[in-house]
């Protein structure tokens, strides 16, 4: 799977949007984009995922750019329960694969009043 | 919603010890993972788990892990002889399909060997 790159840590203040960037400049065609975070030590939560397109849901945005080589997650209007750390995980995915995440470092994200 | 549920939240077993660890995916999910976190580490995939038998598993996933779905509903781990490096998150999910998807993670057990 493409390596990934994520600043250490970020600071947001409620209610401001939250764009989280992500690196994987060796991405190739069939890796999908996947974002997950971890609220303090409770299990890992899904947020969203893509493979070109820009996608949104309830939770997030996510913006790839036109060559893949990286991203950015969208949190709208951060609250202080969205502290936490941010995975960028690029997975390729094919039938002939396992579909294991394999998670980095990622961002702490800290939302503050 | 939907959840997948862990048991125990703690466990502390002495060195040398068998223990199980147990998860019930979401009903309708066919693919199942374990992960674990030592604390302060990176989450670290173990072994995924497929129509009864292992699709993949991690260097850390030796002879001492085992994984089973003793019935339709519950996906068990069990750590025949443990160490103390193996005291850590030990996360279970599940996915309804192999790509293209979301995993649902557990809340984890945390095992602790003294």
């Known amino acids: 799977d493409a390596k990934t790159t994520q600043p250490p840590s970020m600071d947001c203040a409620e209610g401001r949007a939250a764009n989280l960037p992500c690196n994987h400049s060796?991405?190739?065609?069939?890796?999908?984009v996947y974002w997950y975070r971890q609220i303090h030590s409770q299990g890992p939560q899904y947020i969203i995922h893509?493979?070109?397109n820009n996608e949104t849901n309830e939770m997030a945005s996510l913006i790839i750019t036109e060559d893949r080589k990286s991203s950015t997650l969208i949190l709208p209007h951060a609250t202080l329960r969205d502290t936490a750390v941010y995975y960028c995980i690029v997975r390729v995915e094919n039938t002939g694969t396992a579909s294991k995440l394999t998670f980095g470092t990622g961002t702490r994200l800290q939302v503050t009043l | 919603e939907p959840e997948v549920t862990q048991t125990p939240s703690h466990q502390v077993t002495q060195m040398g010890q068998e223990v199980i660890l147990r998860c019930v995916p979401i009903?309708?999910?066919?693919?199942f993972y374990w992960y674990r976190q030592i604390l302060g580490q990176k989450v670290e995939f173990l072994v995924s788990f497929y129509n009864n038998e292992i699709s993949e598993k991690s260097e850390i996933f030796d002879d001492q892990f085992s994984v089973e779905r003793p019935d339709g509903s519950n996906f068990t781990l069990k750590i025949r002889s443990t160490k103390l490096e193996d005291s850590a998150m030990y996360f279970c999910?599940?996915?309804?399909?192999?790509?293209?998807?979301?995993?649902?993670f557990g809340q984890g057990t945390r095992l602790t060997v003294v």
């Open positions: 060796t991405i190739s065609g069939n890796e999908y």
């Open positions: 893509g493979l070109k």
């Open positions: 999910a599940s996915s309804v399909r192999r790509m293209n998807t979301e995993a649902f």
């Open positions: 009903s309708n999910h066919l693919y």
